[in-house]
């Protein structure tokens, strides 16, 4: 990781309730670079912002601020993750490969409340997840064998450090079962870092929400409010899903089991954080027979 820079001034321009596009926030922000070789942006001059009147932020809190506090609610955020991982469930139970994981009461109730999930095996041929914690799904090869599968229905991009990814990785190699990622969006950083390495990813383009909270997914989703356009209702597969379940995932599972095994060995330390990012990526970058980028400064 690169080091912090503080002391950044940011300008967001949000509209107003029946208003154009007006600076409603100015301050002060920390910023992370992560990639030790991308400088961070810094603006030079921020005079040119000015203020913005206080009357004008409280007057844009009060129509976000309720919007975000229901977005974090435990109940709400607990029927959004299963609101992806259900549309998993369903194309794959409409597929021809057996698979472990199931949603037991999906007709006995509406999902305005949390369904009850059995969950698969912590454990294949002896192979256990430390601390018997499980994936969402394994889906059963022929001949690639088994594929861990973890669906996450969230806002944030997984780039490759993130804890979703690392719990994947550290959770598939203690299965040997090849890693199958389910995501809104996956940036191309990690597709380039993790799918020689045998790791699958698929992007939904969409986050689910529950059929239950459309008038919640409607002012999320509104542009004068938090403006999150890519929100579908609903638990069922779309068509590009069901696509990558039928169709691209068992098609993709052999030649991935080939890079996953011979990846173990790399994959494992990182997702123990036996080693860092900047150590895994180098060693990657080996085995590919890419030059080091610190080489080339």
Known sequence: MGDSKAGDRIRVDLPLPEGPATTIILGIINRRNRDPYLPAYRREDPSEFGETPQNAIDLRLEKLAPIHAALAARHFTNRLGQALEIAVFKALKSQALPFFGNFVDLDAHGDDEPYIREDPPSSISGNAIPGKKTVDFILIHPSAGPAAIKVKNVREWLYPDREEILELLLKSCSLRAIPVLVARRIPYVTFSELHSCGVILHQTYNQLYPNADRELAA??????????????????????????????????????????????????????????????????????GEPDRTELN
Do not use: C, M, Q, W
């Not at 599972?253 to 180098?282: C, G, N, Q, V, W």
């Open 219 to 288: 002012k999320a989703s509104h542009k004068d409010l938090l403006g999150f356009h890519d929100i579908r209702v609903g638990n069922d597969p779309d068509g590009r899903l069901l696509s990558f379940i039928h169709t691209n995932l068992p098609a993709l599972l052999p030649e991935s089991r080939a890079r996953f095994d011979a990846s173990l060995d790399l994959l494992t330390p990182y997702a123990e954080r036996r080693i860092t990012r900047a150590d895994f990526i180098k060693e990657l970058r080996l085995r590919r």
